[in-house]
Nanobody, 124 residues
């Protein structure tokens, strides 16, 4: 079955960096666009970043532009989210998700597969 397993979360101070990883299995990784989403306590889950099948056309929510970088290694079936200059408002559970469609969207409903999430906590 399809599995997406995130890792790399943790507790850091504001201004620090973290690198999240998401390793996929049970699917043709290179046939899926990949996205990162997050959900803060008491808030709706929101789009963070996405990357196309080939690794091009990265796209970010405005609040993380210039601080976060999404990348992927199709040989390792893994997508990454490098997070720099972390802020307290980045505190959330981060999820990776896979999308086999061709819309290349940030809409949650288009992503068929989801990981279990990894907690990122940024202290101010």
């Amino acid at each position: 079955q399809v599995q997406l397993v995130e890792s790399g979360g943790g507790l850091v101070q504001a201004g620090a960096s973290l690198r999240l990883s998401c390793r996929a299995s049970g699917l043709t990784f290179s046939a899926h666009a990949m996205g990162w989403f997050r959900q803060a306590p008491g808030k709706e889950r929101e789009f963070v970043a996405r990357i196309s099948r080939s690794g091009g056309r990265p796209n970010y929510r405005d609040s993380v532009k210039g601080r976060f970088t999404i990348s992927r290694d199709n040989a390792k079936n893994t997508v990454y989210l490098q997070m720099n200059s972390l802020k307290s408002e980045d505190t959330a559970v981060y999820y990776c998700a896979a999308d086999s469609g061709f819309a290349y969207t940030d809409a949650e409903s288009e992503y068929e597969y989801w990981g279990q999430g990894t907690q990122v906590t940024v202290s101010s």
